[in-house]
């Protein structure tokens, strides 16, 4: 099985509403590059430093899936960037990425995400953002977690807020011509265990997907559960 080459693919995050995971088809991540190339944001706002949604609908969903196969195709336990797709009732809405460098050292992980525009304004974006820093501070033992958002992203914004991150500083980045004002936001372990706001499932993290993390020398939750 290719779960036997690549574990992550066996790496699951239920929440209430909720799967994240890796794609188990092309159908799957066909139906990523259709909902991308349907809209993912306001066309008068860019939300992201490379603007990926801008261009016709094949180049967009073509987009989608190189993206999709790079975040795989380049793994390293050093650098890695896990591209979570998030299911709610086994319909394709969006993505989850939690990336980490030289984690097992600086325990610190960034995260980006996407929604369909007809799953925004629903609650999902905090839901699925929840999800992944349970898998970074309560299964991978992180400290802090990072995010970042233009000002006028304000969806983004409240995300944070509501998962207890704190202003960490500005950046100024040059996007489609335009000079674009960055907020960071960061979150230590005791303001997310003291926001903490949905019930998160972790399935599959064992000591190969530990391993493809960097923390080979680490058990996960399932193995301490069985030595114990």
């Known amino acids: 099985m290719l779960a036997d080459l690549l574990p992550i693919l066996r790496l699951r995050l239920r929440t209430e509403r909720l799967e994240l995971r890796l794609l188990a088809d092309y159908g799957e991540l066909e139906a ?3 909902l991308a190339a349907d809209g993912v944001h306001d066309p008068g706002f860019m939300p992201f430093s490379n603007p990926w949604t801008v261009g016709e609908p ?3 969903r073509r987009g989608v899936a190189i993206w999709y196969h790079r975040a795989i195709g380049r793994w390293d336990p050093e650098d890695w960037a896990i ?3 998030v299911f709610c009732d086994g319909e394709v809405i969006g993505t989850q990425v939690v990336a980490g460098k030289r984690f097992a050292l600086a325990r610190e992980v960034d995260s980006g995400s996407w929604l369909g525009l007809a799953h925004q304004g629903k609650g999902l974006g905090t839901e699925m953002r929840a999800a992944v820093l349970h898998l970074a501070f309560e299964g991978l033992g992180a400290q802090t977690a990072r995010s970042g958002s233009y000002v006028g992203n304000d969806p983004s914004e409240r995300v944070s807020k509501r998962l207890g991150y704190r202003p960490d500083g500005e950046e100024f980045h040059v996007v489609q011509d335009q000079r674009r004002h960055l907020r960071r936001w960061r979150v230590g372990r005791e303001d ?3 926001h903490r706001r949905h019930d998160v499932a972790v399935e ?3 000591a190969d997907v530990l391993d493809m993390l960097g923390l080979g020398d680490e058990l996960g939750p399932e193995e301490k559960e069985e030595e114990s």
């Open 32 to 34: 990523l590059a259709r």
């Open 58 to 60: 094949e180049a967009i």
């Open 204 to 206: 599959g993290l064992d």
């Open 83 to 85: 591209p979570f797709v």
């Open 192 to 194: 997310w265990e003291a």
